[in-house]
T-cell receptor, first 113, second 114 residues
């Protein structure tokens, strides 16, 4: 079942601009993760935020989580052409032993030089 | 370097044939997973294994089979019973089972049915 729904489906920006992607989910979670996928490649883990956290930073990435709204956002600051990729959110449902991450449909980000 | 190796990268199959996709990891991870990705879609879980000699069905297991005879290896067989097998297949591993840790992915195998 698809839980995460990313918004927008596609985003085009110029280098140097910020990119914001949103993810909404439906059930109670214990963590939410963001992954990046270059075209035709595997996914790479970017950041994990737990349900008791509201904000997390990693380099140019900033993730927020609002469990009351069942939503998360990923902000990429000062974007670069190399950031061009698809970005997916994935939720770990409660209880933690379900051993499943449920992935959203992704946001395709294009950064123009 | 530690990582996950999937092979082959591209595979063509005639209808009615079984094919096996290889997934090997040298990360010493206990848990391994197979996902399917269709164009413009997210990932859907096919099978997963938390320990050697044990595995569970995911959301779309019909038409697929797996084995976990060694910790390092988790091959996926796409059988002729899978009605629409053309897709991008991704193998992943995690240090332990559960859903609280990050997944490490291979580079994927693209299967095309002719």
């Amino acid at each position: 079942s698809q839980q995460g729904e990313e918004d927008p489906q596609a985003l085009s920006i110029q280098e140097g601009e910020n990119a914001t992607m949103n993810c909404s989910y439906k059930t109670s979670i214990n963590n939410l993760q963001w992954y990046r996928q270059n075209s035709g490649r595997g996914l790479v883990h970017l950041i994990l935020i737990r349900s008791n956290e509201r904000e997390k930073h990693s380099g140019r990435l900033r993730v927020t989580l609002d469990t009351s709204k069942k939503s998360s956002s990923l902000l990429i600051t000062a974007s670069r052409a190399a950031d061009t990729a698809s970005y997916f959110c994935a939720t770990g449902e409660k209880p933690t032993n379900t051993d499943k991450l449920i992935f959203g449909t992704g946001t395709r980000l294009q950064v123009f030089p | 370097d530690g990582g996950i190796t999937q092979s082959p990268k591209y595979l063509f199959r005639k209808e009615g044939q079984n094919v096996t996709l290889s997934c090997e990891q040298n990360l010493n991870h206990d848990a391994m997973y197979w996902y399917r990705q269709d164009p413009g879609q997210g990932l859907r879980l096919i099978y997963y294994s938390q320990i050697v000699n044990d595995f569970q069905k995911g959301d779309i297991a019909e038409g697929y089979s797996v084995s976990r005879e060694k910790k390092e290896s988790f091959p996926l067989t796409v059988t002729s019973a899978q009605k629409n097998p053309t897709a991008f297949y991704l193998c992943a591993s995690r240090e332990t089972g559960g859903n609280t840790g990050e997944l490490f992915f291979g580079e994927g195998s693209r299967l095309t049915v002719l």
